[in-house]
């Protein structure tokens, strides 16, 4: 049983949700549009103001898929009405980053600049040179972009130099002594 799967999506009443026949959803609201396409053996209904998910058998995969996909169309919705934000920041001397247009430049150290092509639908702010803050309403995206970021120049277990997630703990190794 998928306690989660049977859990009604509210739906806020900014938001527009359109569910067609071969099961592709649509959510519509004031941070953007996002769409999906349900996975078989799961159908979706709407009534009043919340979504309500139910599949057609009762193998493992299909139950798994049941809670999957009402927690996906659950993000759709709080992304489309709040949206999502990771942050990042970066720790290390000389080590900074700007937004120029449609990239993120980033100082890491090396002989060269990395510059990061911004996706579309997600914004990258970035304060104090050091803070980058990623938003956008789809929740896998803006993770995603922020893991690539962070993978240019993971923090290192020694200084503790690199990108990292704002609270993320590292680590720390003791470095080599002199006998």
Not at 68 to 76: C, E, F, I, Y
Not at 88 to 97: C, D, H, S
Not at 147 to 176: H, L, M, N, S, T
């Amino acid at each position: 049983m998928s306690r989660i799967g049977n859990k009604a999506v509210e739906i806020p009443a900014k938001v527009k949700i359109n569910i067609d026949g071969s099961g592709l959803v649509a959510v519509e609201g004031p941070k953007g549009k996002l769409d999906w396409k349900l996975p078989k053996g799961i159908k979706a209904t709407i009534s009043e103001n919340e979504v309500s998910f139910a599949r057609n058998a009762e193998t493992r995969s299909v139950k798994a898929l049941h809670g999957l996909s009402r927690a996906l169309v659950h993000n759709m919705v709080v992304g489309v009405s709040e949206g999502f934000t990771r942050n990042l920041e970066i720790e290390g001397v000389g080590f900074k980053a700007a937004v120029q247009g449609e990239n993120l430049n980033l100082s890491l150290g090396f002989s060269h600049p990395v510059l990061f092509p911004i996706p579309a639908g997600i914004k990258i702010t970035v304060t104090d040179n050091t803070k980058i803050a990623i938003t956008g309403a789809d929740k896998k995206t803006v993770g995603q972009v922020a893991a690539d970021i962070r993978a240019y120049y993971p923090p290192e277990p020694y200084k503790g130099k690199g990108v990292r997630y704002v609270g993320e703990q590292i680590r720390r190794k003791e470095g080599k002594t002199v006998q």
